[in-house]
């Protein structure tokens, strides 16, 4: 009690339970924000383990080279004090490291891994390692490795296979992302790529390039039909909404297999074409597998993404203004022009960079309908993944995508702000 | 130039008329992709394009055998089957988790709430490869990858932005006052928020389970990843289908599928006006 009457003296409001107000008004908003902590923490949990782990799982791969330091631990060590930048090969210690190292890595049949990962660098590892594995365990432990190695495959006396193994023998490398971005390791070194074995920044580029093209038609198709639902009576644009929102639910593969029948060489496009004779039936135009496939089909696919972002922010933009603008002597050209247009410069940008991002990611439609001049970066990726088994630089690609999608995300959550998204 | 005024000159006119005609033009590009889908599935030829016969109404040109195909074959019956088991589950983990946290994040103080929101909202963000290629990954090490558990997980997660997303929407026009009014009564949390909030906030929790089961139905990149053969849903079968030889019976299939976006986008329509009718928003 004295406490609080000391607490009265100093002016402070007491609780009905006697503890000062301030105290217990703290405790109250303590216990809420654990509730809604608790709350929220069972799904933070989900997306931490089924998606934020493996997104960090990948950025991970991109730099991991355990294999090498696991498979050859006594080679790496040996190697340390060789120079790679001279003309010498190793000497007869890591020889005779590599040749333990070999016979303890073919008893557990992890040469041929360590094979196809050095292969990625330099074609021609994955046999001469699967050779070394086999040969090992059949060498004379009295007389010098080196010479029995050379003998096996002369290119062990070769330094550029030496060269190799030292720039990979770290457990973390750049390489996999030197090499998404068209470069590699020397040991001078980061250098770019033989101009005839750079793909990647062209694929980044023509990426980038063919998914500006398709921002552009977007907005150009996408632009008064959204004007036309901002001026339209709401009972009407309503019915024209729907034409918007239909293709937008229906399923992205229906939509990817239409495209597919109507621009075939024998679909319904060339058919009409032909029919009304603008084309003979011997030139019938090549519309898929192309680039072009890809961006007419893709324009349509994104169209919707564009049109509902641009209709919200012209919906908002008082007809008046324009009225106004035009009994101040402006003709109709003028009037959109300098007063309705720079309003609804918002919704321009909050689309384009919507449509942009979705676009750079995609993987179905340029996979189905772009052939080989219309694929993106992600088939390469998906390619790497699954047919050429190279995960690293799977990874290693990924994460260059990922670092530009979330640079425009920035950009994008700035202008708009990311809980704005209107959905339907 | 909502209407065309009397006074209009002929320049006016011309471009009044002019730019509905554009706008009827890209209205056509936006929809005619999905109609010539429709009658090009009841084609009785294996073509991908108009038969004579079919453009002279010939009822001998038409035929449901594609449906047919769909319906017997046991490819296309395992895919529907996968994409009806694992759709539904997966909509059920990201409604059910969803919902939870969209409540939670709708209180007045929630610590970290722009953080919070940008980590589960990422799912939508990062596009479907990247986000395929680490599941992937992560997945077969801790032995998900290749099995249902897997691909439903990752569905849910792909799902759930879409869930706060309408759900935290609809939680603004939720009115605080009635969540004291019903502890003053006497209730406890548990049945406040059946009793009082949930069906208040029901529009938008069924519109974010149509949006978490439209992005499992129709995904194929991740599953595609997560999945192995014995998860081979629909959307796959249709990937495979057309990367492969094109059959006709995915015209079919195409057909159904627009079938039931209409159904789903009429539901979403219905709530949508529901929602806005129970906020006072329109008198309608």
């Known amino acids: 009690m004295t406490q609080a009457t000391a607490d009265q003296a100093r002016g402070s409001v007491l609780a009905a339970d006697g503890t000062p107000l301030k105290v217990s008004l703290r405790r109250a908003l303590r216990a809420q924000k654990l509730r809604a902590l608790m709350l929220i923490a069972p799904l933070l949990a989900f997306i931490v383990i089924a998606f934020l782990m493996p997104i960090a799982d990948m950025l991970f791969r991109s730099v991991e080279n355990q294999i090498v330091p696991d498979t050859l631990p006594k080679t790496v060590v040996a190697l340390e004090d060789w120079d790679a930048k001279g003309d010498a090969l190793p000497g007869e210690p890591v020889f005779a490291a590599l040749h333990d190292d070999l016979v303890v890595a073919a008893e557990a049949k992890t040469h041929t891994r360590l094979g196809s990962r050095l292969n990625y660098e330099d074609s021609g590892m994955s046999s001469l390692l699967r050779a070394a594995g086999r040969g090992a365990g059949r060498m004379n432990a009295d007389e010098p490795y080196e010479a029995q190695f050379i003998d096996m495959d002369k290119d062990w006396g070769d330094i550029e296979t030496w060269r190799t193994i030292k720039l990979y023998s770290g457990a973390y490398t750049d390489g996999y992302l030197l090499n998404a971005i068209d470069m590699q390791k020397t040991v001078d070194g980061p250098e770019l790529k033989p101009a005839s074995q750079r793909i990647y920044v062209m694929l980044f580029l023509r990426t980038m390039l063919l998914s500006l093209t398709i921002t552009f038609f977007t907005l150009l198709l996408g632009y008064p039909i959204a004007y036309l639902l901002a001026i339209l009576p709401l009972r009407t644009s309503n019915l024209i909404m729907i034409l918007v929102l239909l293709p937008f639910w229906t399923s992205l593969l229906v939509r990817t297999a239409s495209w597919k029948v109507l621009l075939q060489q024998q679909g319904v496009i060339n058919d009409l074409l032909v029919w009304i004779g603008l084309i003979s039936d011997a030139n019938r135009l090549v519309m898929i597998n192309n680039a072009t496939g890809t961006i007419i089909a893709m324009t349509h696919i994104l169209l919707p993404f564009m049109i509902l972002p641009l209709y919200s922010v012209m919906k908002t933009i008082p007809p008046s203004y324009l009225r106004a603008a035009k009994s101040l002597g402006a003709n109709d050209w003028t009037a959109f022009w300098r007063v309705y247009f720079p309003q609804s410069v918002p919704g321009v940008g909050a689309g384009a960079i919507l449509v942009f991002i979705l676009s750079i990611g995609y993987y179905i439609t340029p996979e189905l309908v772009g052939g080989t001049s219309g694929i993106f970066i992600s088939n390469r990726i998906a390619y790497h993944i699954s047919i050429s088994l190279n995960w690293g630089l799977a990874a290693a690609l990924a994460t260059m995508l990922l670092i530009v999608v979330l640079a425009l995300y920035w950009v994008y959550d700035r202008m708009v702000g990311i809980d704005n998204v209107k959905l339907g | ?284």
């Open chain 2, 1 to 284: 130039m909502a209407a065309l005024p009397p006074y209009a000159s002929t320049g006016q006119r011309l471009w009044y008329w002019g730019f509905r005609a554009i706008c009827v033009a890209v209205l056509f590009f936006l929809i005619m992709p999905i109609l010539v889908i429709i009658p090009l599935s009841f084609n009785a030829e294996n073509f991908f394009t108009f038969t004579k016969r079919m453009l002279a109404l010939n009822p001998e040109a038409y035929s449901l055998k594609h449906y047919q195909d769909f319906f017997s074959n046991p490819d296309w019956q395992q895919a529907l089957r996968n994409s009806v088991t694992i759709a539904p589950v997966a909509t059920l983990l990201a409604v059910a988790l969803g919902t939870l946290a969209a409540v939670g994040l709708s209180q007045p103080h929630v610590p970290f709430r722009g953080a919070i929101m940008a980590i589960l909202i990422s799912p939508m963000i990062v596009p479907l490869i990247i986000s395929a290629a680490g599941m992937y990954f992560f997945y077969s090490r801790i032995g998900l990858q290749g099995t249902y558990w897997g691909v439903v997980l990752a569905h849910a997660a792909l799902g759930i932005p879409f869930v706060i997303i309408t759900v935290t929407a609809t939680l603004v026009g939720f009115d605080r006052s009635l969540v004291r009014a019903a502890a003053n009564m006497g209730a406890g949390p548990v049945r406040t928020f059946f009793k009082v909030q949930m069906p208040l906030i029901l529009p938008g929790v069924i519109s974010g389970a149509l949006f978490a089961f439209i992005t499992s139905f129709d995904e194929v990149v991740v599953v595609l990843f997560v999945g192995s053969a014995a998860q081979k849903t629909l959307p796959w079968q249709m990937f495979i289908g057309l990367r492969e030889q094109i059959s006709p019976t995915i015209l079919a299939v195409a057909t159904i599928l627009i079938a039931i976006s209409v159904v789903l986008l009429t539901v979403l329509e219905l709530l949508r006006r529901r929602s806005e009718k129970l906020r006072g928003m329109s008198p309608g």
